[in-house]
């Protein structure tokens, strides 16, 4: 059922398209639903009961003429591929981009896709080209862009590290690092729109979350019961690289479990980062060691009891070592030192007499979990 879906996405996503294109031929290919989600974009009001053709009328009149407040919240990414477009002629071969992406500019009407001579293509109307390259030399609308820009990779990146913020907290931080008075207004119109087409956070009653975090309210909860610890004080910097689409920060310590999986199991690296990006998420959402060792439990397979305690040394190193949403962006290893919160994740060792013991099936699993090890980590 899902693959029919994507399968029928894709083929309205990428049919037969000709280049270049206009406005009114364009529209004229879309149903009166999607013609309704651009009205919807462009916030037209008394227009909702038009039928087709005249919807498609008033969209030709409407389009260009929203053209800038339609840019208005774009980040520079948005705006660098709508102005390449627009340099190249009205159209080029497609960039990789999410379905949810595509959609996102097919709502606005300015950027349309389709198959042109068997290669995927992201195309404009032919009406609008002079309209983005003039917009595309305006000071002040590249002005905004760069604070939309600012403003985004700040909040990707302070959740990254802090999990959820709520709204008065994000504020407070975001006039902090840009050193200018917040305008909340504009804000909140700038990262909804920004999210419809990055999806990188959710934004709900408890504020504003890392994608990964399914239980806001917990991490608040936790903040809340260090209230004495302040947050990391990363810099603008690191909040900027940490705002970047799938970013994963792979310190020292990540990159050593990195290697110890290629180099003692049967797998690429691409693999072996995976596993160990996932244990950086359950331990960010509050899993304990044994969780994670049940995970690794269900991806590799645990020969001995030796193997056993040398993945839960990797994995106790890597938790202490990882920057946590419940301690406001420290690693445990950092509030150690800084005699904060002594609070460091162990492992139970085993005997030197019994690490390379085989394991029995039916043996309680050593991770600590109390199930049988054929319904652990042995799986």
């Known amino acids: 059922m899902k ?13 037969k398209i000709n280049v270049p294109l206009t406005l009114q031929e364009q529209l004229g290919k879309l149903t009166k639903a999607e013609l309704d989600d651009i009205r919807k974009s462009l916030d037209l009001k008394g227009v909702s009961s038009l039928k087709k053709a005249e919807l498609i009328s008033v969209l030709l009149e409407m389009i260009p003429k929203s053209l800038e407040q339609i840019c208005l919240p774009f980040d520079a ?10 340099h190249n002629g009205g159209y080029m071969i497609a960039p990789i981009l999410e379905p949810h992406q595509v959609e996102y500019f097919r709502d606005r009407g300015l950027i349309f896709t389709g198959t042109f001579q068997g290669k995927r293509v992201l195309a404009i109307p032919a009406e609008l080209i002079d309209s983005i390259l003039m917009i595309a030399e ?10 939309n820009t600012e403003w985004i990779k700040l909040t990707y990146g302070l959740c990254y590290y802090y999990g959820t913020l709520s709204t008065a907290q994000l504020s407070d931080m975001l006039e902090t690092y840009t050193k200018e008075p917040f305008r909340l207004e504009e804000y909140l119109e700038v990262i909804y729109d920004a999210n419809s087409y990055h999806k990188e956070i959710t934004i709900d009653n408890e504020g504003f979350s890392n994608r990964r975090v399914f239980d806001p309210k917990r991490v608040k909860q936790e903040h809340r019961s260090r209230e004495s610890l302040s947050f990391y004080p990363f810099t603008k910097k690191q909040l900027f690289k ?15 479990f990195v290697e110890f999986l290629t180099q003692n199991y049967d797998m690429d690296r691409k693999t072996a980062d995976s596993f160990v990006e996932e244990c950086v998420y359950a331990t960010r959402i509050g899993e304990g060691p044994n969780q ?19 993945v839960m040394d990797q994995v106790v190193y890597l938790m202490n070592n990882t920057k946590q949403w419940f301690l406001k962006g420290y690693t445990p290893i950092e509030l150690r030192e800084q005699s904060l919160q002594p609070e460091l994740v162990t492992s139970p060792k085993h005997s030197e ?8 099936r039916n043996d309680p699993c050593p991770c600590g979990s109390g199930k049988k090890y054929k319904k652990c980590c042995g799986r």
């Not at 609308?141 to 760069?146: E, G, K, Q, S, V």
């Open 3 to 15: 693959e029919d879906l994507e399968e029928k996405q894709d083929q309205k996503h990428w049919g």
């Open 77 to 86: 990414e948005r705006f660098r591929l709508l102005t390449k477009i627009a």
């Open 138 to 147: 305006d000071k002040k609308l590249t002005a905004i862009i760069n604070r």
């Open 242 to 256: 940490a705002g970047e689409a799938g970013f994963v920060e792979r310190n020292q310590i990540y990159l050593k």
């Open 292 to 310: 994670v060792m049940q995970y690794l439990g269900s991806v590799l397979e645990f020969e001995s009891l030796e193997m056993i305690q040398a």
């Open 353 to 360: 007499s019994k690490t390379n013991e085989k394991i029995g």
